[in-house]
Nanobody
Framework: QVQLVESGGGLVQAGGSLRLSCAASGRTFSYYDMGWFRQAPGKEREFVASVDWSGGWTNYADSVKGRFTVSRDNARNTVYLQMNSLKPEDTAIYYC??????????????WGQGTQVTVSS
């Protein structure tokens, strides 16, 4: 069992940066591939980025490629999402999820409660 808690969201101006953290409980965190998703009001939850259990393989949505970086520290049971050059269209609730590196929500068995990111123009 893994429990996930996101933090680091907030209000930022366009062009700014935020770093989201996802702290996991449970000794088996390092076995899990992890992903980040986001959901804007009135829209479906969409894939943002994923990282494999080792941190050696990552994948990104085209919309964030070159601006966002996903990483993890297994010793700290934490996965990160560094977000640079933020745009108003990045405004959403961001969720971390455990269990897959896929771009769909199926396969992720564990979800955090989400953290709000708001980018003002």
């Amino acid at each position: 069992q893994v429990q996930l808690v996101e933090s680091g969201g907030g209000l930022v101006q366009a062009g700014g940066s935020l770093r989201l953290s996802c702290a996991a409980s449970g000794r088996t965190f390092s076995y899990y591939d992890m992903g980040w998703f986001r959901q804007a009001p009135g829209k479906e939850r969409e894939f943002v980025a994923s990282v494999d259990w080792s941190g050696g393989w990552t994948n990104y949505a085209d919309s964030v490629k070159g601006r966002f970086t996903v990483s993890r520290d297994n010793a700290r049971n934490t996965v990160y999402l560094q977000m640079n050059s933020l745009k108003p269209e990045d405004t959403a609730i961001y969720y971390c999820a455990g269990g897959s590196t896929g771009t769909g929500t199926v396969g992720y068995g564990y979800w955090g409660q989400g953290t709000q990111v708001t980018v003002s123009s």
